[in-house]
Every structure is written in C-alpha cells, then in structure tokens.
C-alpha cells in the first residue's frame, strides 16, 4: 500500500518535474509547433492514408469508409506478368548506378585532393561540380540531343568515319546511357563529400609518412582510403536504402516506346498506373511494397555494416 | 633519407602525370557537352541538321533565342518558376531554421523522439497515391501550392542546419542568455539567428534550386497551363515536342528547314533556361560546398 502511494508520488513528481522542463522552454517548443505540423500533415498522415492499399479505394467513399480488400492487391502484383520485369529492371538499374556511380567519385576526390596545382584543381573541382545543378528536364533534354541523329556523338562517328547510331532507338542503349548521364551528372558533387571526409584526416599523419618517406601512392592506400572509410561506408548504406527507388522524374522522361521493356521501374510503374490510369489502391500497394522493401534492405544492411565495419547509421 | 626520397620521385611522377591526365580528363567530359550544346544554339539551322557542328558554332545566328523571346509560354514558365521558388524558398527556411533550432538545444524535453519524427520520413513515407489524395482533399489540385507544401520540410536539412547550430553555437553562450534574461525567443531572434546567416544562405540555395528544378509535382498537380513552372514548359517543348509548331509557325516553308529550326531551337532553350544559372553559379558555388561540409561532418 505505501509502496503503490510512493509510486503515485513518484510518477506525479516526475511527470511534474517533465512538465516543468517543458513550461520552461515553451517557446523552443512554439517554435517546433509549426513544422511538426507539416510534418505531420505531409508526411505521416500520406502514411496513414497507406491503407487504401488494403482496401478497394472508392473515391466517393473516401480512404477510411472504403470497404477492406485485404492483400488482394499485393497478390495481384506478385503475380502480374509486369511483377518479375518490375524487379529486374529496378534491380539491374540500380546495381549498374551504384557499381559505376561509386568508385568515380572516390577517385576524383583523391586526385584532387593530391594535385599540388591548386587553381587545376579548383577549376577542375568546380566545372564538374556544375552540371549537379542542371535540372532533369534539361538533362534529359541533353541527352536526346547529344544522342539524336544529328547530334554532337553521331557527328564524331561520322568524322571518324563510323555508322551512326540510333541511341535512343536501341533498348540496349537505355540503361547505360541513364547510369553515365547520372556519373556525369553527379560525380563532381559526391567527390565534395569525399574531399570534406579527406580534409578532416589529421595532417600529423601525413607529416609521419613523409618522414618515413611514403610515396604518394603509399599515402593514398594508408592514409587516405583508411580515412574516408567511414563516409564510403555511410554513402553505400544510404544508396542500398534507394536500390529500389531508382530517379523515377529522370527515367519517366527518358523512356519511349522502343525502351519501355527496359526502361520501366517501379516507381514509374507506381504513377502510371495510380494516376495515369487511376487505380489507386493498385497503385499504393505497389509503392508501399516498395517502400517496406526498402526499409528492410536499410535495416539489414546497416546491421552487416555494423558488424564488419562499425560504421553505421544507427 | 635523400635516397629514400629520390627512390619514391619515379613513382610520384607517374602518381602525379595519371593524376593530372584524369582530372584533365574529367574537366574534358563535363564541359565538351555544355560547349557544343551552346554552338549548336548558336549555329545556322541548316548545319546543325546536316551535323556539322561539334565544338564551335558555324555561321552564327540568334535565330533559336529570338524565337524564345517572343514565346509567351516559356516567358510565363520563368515568371511562375520565380514565384514558385522564392515563396516555396521562404516558407521551407523558415519552417527548418525553426524545427533545427530547437533541436539543436540539449535541454529540450523529448528531443530524441522529435528527431526521430524527422528521421523516419527520410526513410519510409506513405508514397504517392496517398499524398496525392492528401493534396486532393485540401484542395490544392491545379494550385501552385501543391508544389511548395508536400515538400517544405526536408528532414535532411533539418539535420544539417540542426549540426550547424550545434557546431557554432555553444552552450554557454545560451547560459550567459539565460542568466541575462534572455527567453528563448530572444536568444533565437538577437543571438542565434545573427549567427547563422551561412546556414540559412546555404538552406535557401538548396531549397531553392531544389525547388527550381522540380517538374514531377507539377506534371501531377498542375492542369492550367499559365500556372506551369519553367520545367514543365521546357518537358513539354524538349522531350514532348509540343508547342513548337506555334513557335514555328511562321517559319513553316518546307519540312526538313523546319526540322532544322525546331533543332536549334531545342539547343537556345537548353542553354537559355540554364541562364540564370549559369550566370550566379560562379558565385553560389562556395555555399553548396560549404553546406555539404556540414552535412558530411555529420555524416
């Protein structure tokens, strides 16, 4: 009986000491107010509406009057003719990304990083910096005409003396020409990340290896990949989360008819279907199948990167 | 130690020569794109169809640009993109200096659990059918809004803004506040916020260009066409191919001058859309660098 009391003062005082905490602040708390209600109200409550993939959405109903329909949409994507095409295109899209976007920039960074010229090597740092800013429109838009019978590749074939060939025309072009557009594009701003990661290595490391008369070669393999292995570490977790995300507003505009059997992902799949041709419940059962893979593929590798290197995110 | 010195020169020469031809490399294959992409514009019609132009312009015209001056569509596109990211720019800043802020304090009540909240949307979010819904019922559908709201809290910025404070400002400088009698509000407003004017430069750039370059929400969102930003306009003429009949209408004389003219065309519009950019990029480079800075030492 007196320990129940205590323990009703004891949680009355803490609850007291909380809200004493909290009236303290209370403007650091006003100031939290109104993004957490974006927060929520654009983030959390799209969570919530999730469901129609559970239930047989009618818009007239709305999300929570619609009747359930339970996992009929989830088997009905597993066992779609899209579903095994889905996968591989996602899949192959991906590994290629991350197999050709990861080294590129690591590389860069360490060059830059040792080119003794220093205005090179802020020249070269900043014009591959450039092309992260232009927008996916005028990529895209880059793309075609570069690739384009009369664009610039063709003309140097034809210089050289080559046939010219139908780049977008040729499905067995689309996906390298998606992942080197994107090394292009992105390679310059990813070396940043690197470059910051290697300025932060303690130049008394550097001081200890010339004297003991490391090679530049040395360095790099003793010093600099060592140092910026915790960033490499964190980037490959953060690109496995997106495995199956790959940029939907970059493939949606890149794709034509002659592609589609390649060029087709998920996430464009997802729109297509949902508000192309409004099947909505389909539609979010597909992106939140999506999703959750996604969120396990993070989780799991996270953990692995946990044991073998002890770096992760969480 | 000079021998062990002249034994390593040879390998640093070689280190050094790969090094340079690489980055020369790279410097090549970034810019050999943008250089011919600006001739083309620049180039008499008929050349860039017959494939002429690699890397200088032949017989210079502004033809393309002066079909783009007296186009009503993309002269909106502009105006709506500027409405849209400065707004959108404004809102987003604001809502994330205000959540970093507090989060940034070590004596903030439940800060875990409010990070968290921030966290878990860069992770898992309900998709796109839902927050379509979402946007549907708040009846935003054909509003420019739908492009600034969904998105205006990025939880990423949150969290390298949240760094920044923390970084820059330090504890006892909100004790002497406290002990001055400075509110919280005070010390956000006369104390933090004079401190962070790098972090709310490097914010609104990313937010801004972020904004700027988005044309997926306004594809989904958008039905009027005055209310179009840039992007769409430019996916509309350079990928779809609409519009251009009436840009070129006048020009209408035989097919293939035709097909030339909607050619360079493309190419002024490439570039001139890429104008302002092209233009204060020398100049808000630095800010990016330095905001990835923060981002990765968090990292």
């Not at chain 2, 006369?190 to 260009?209: C, D, G, H, Q, T």
């Amino acid at each position: 009986m007196s320990c129940e009391i205590s323990r009703k003062a004891y949680i009355n005082l803490s609850i007291k000491k909380i809200g004493k905490k909290i009236i303290r602040h209370w403007q650091l708390y006003i100031l939290l107010l109104p993004p957490l209600i974006f927060l929520f109200v654009f983030k959390y409550y799209p969570m919530y509406g999730v469901q129609i993939a559970f239930r047989d959405f009618n818009p007239s109903l709305g999300i929570t009057k619609s009747p359930w329909a339970g996992f009929k949409f989830f088997s009905l994507f597993f066992n779609s003719p899209q579903f095994s095409k889905l996968i591989i295109n996602t899949i192959s899209i991906s590994f290629y990304s991350i197999l050709a976007g990861f080294p590129i920039p690591i590389i860069l960074a360490i060059f830059l990083n040792e080119c003794k010229n220093k205005f090179f090597s802020k020249t070269v740092q900043m014009i591959t910096y450039a092309p992260y800013f232009i927008s996916t429109v005028i990529l895209v838009a880059m793309i075609n005409q570069m690739t384009s019978p009369y664009g610039m590749i063709n003309n140097v074939l034809t210089l050289l003396g080559l046939d010219t060939v139908n780049f977008m025309g040729k499905s067995s072009w689309f996906t390298s020409i998606y992942v080197w557009s994107g090394v292009w594009q992105g390679a310059g701003y990813s070396s940043v990340i690197y470059l910051a990661a290697l300025s932060g290595i303690s130049s008394e490391l550097y001081e200890a290896a010339r004297i003991d008369g490391a090679s530049t070669f040395k360095k790099i393999i003793h010093i600099d990949i060592p140092g910026i292995m915790p960033t490499v570490v964190i980037l490959l977790i953060l690109s496995s989360a997106s495995v199956l995300n790959v940029g939907y507003e970059k493939i949606y505009l890149m794709q034509n008819p002659l592609n589609l059997h390649v060029s087709e992902v998920i996430s464009t799949y997802v729109y297509k279907i949902g508000l192309v041709s409004a099947q909505y419940s389909y539609s979010s059962a597909i992106g939140l199948f999506n999703s959750l893979v996604s969120l396990i593929v993070l989780t799991v590798v996270n953990q692995v990167a946990k044991k073998v290197s002890e770096t992760s995110l969480w | 130690m000079k021998l062990r010195y002249n034994r390593n020169s040879g390998f640093d020469r070689v280190f050094d020569t790969i090094s340079t031809m690489f980055l020369a490399f790279c410097l090549f294959i970034v810019i050999i794109p943008i250089i011919n992409i600006i001739s083309q514009s620049l180039s008499d019609p008929a050349s860039v169809l017959a494939g002429r132009v690699i890397l200088f312009p032949i017989k210079p015209t502004l033809i393309g640009y002066s079909k783009i001056i007296s186009s009503k569509v993309i002269l909106s596109g502009f105006f709506n993109s500027i409405i849209i990211t400065v707004f959108g720019t404004l809102i987003s800043v604001s809502l994330t200096i205000m959540a970093a802020y507090p989060l940034a304090r070590k004596n903030l009540y439940g800060k875990g659990v409010i990070l968290l909240l921030f966290t878990f949307t860069m992770i898992f979010s309900g998709g796109l059918i839902p927050t379509y819904l979402l946007v549907q019922s708040l009846g935003l559908i054909d509003s420019r809004a739908a492009l600034i709201l969904p998105n205006a809290v990025a939880a990423w910025n949150v969290i390298i803004s949240r760094t920044f404070f923390i970084n820059t400002v330090p504890d006892e400088l909100y004790e002497a506040a406290t002990v001055d009698g400075c509110s919280d509000f005070k010390t956000f407003f006369r104390i933090v916020l004079p401190l962070s004017k790098p972090i709310v430069a490097v914010m609104a750039l990313f937010y801004a260009v972020g904004i700027w370059n988005a044309y997926f929400d306004a594809m989904i969102y958008l039905q009027t066409q005055f209310k179009y930003p840039l992007q769409l306009v430019l996916r509309n003429i350079l990928i779809s191919s609409q519009l251009q009949a009436q840009m070129l209408a006048s020009q209408a004389t035989d097919q293939s001058a035709q097909l030339a003219l909607s050619e360079v065309l493309k190419y002024a519009v490439i570039i001139f859309s890429s104008l302002p950019l092209l233009i204060l990029y020398p100049f808000i480079q630095k800010y990016f660098v330095k905001g990835i800075m923060i981002g990765a030492i968090k990292g």
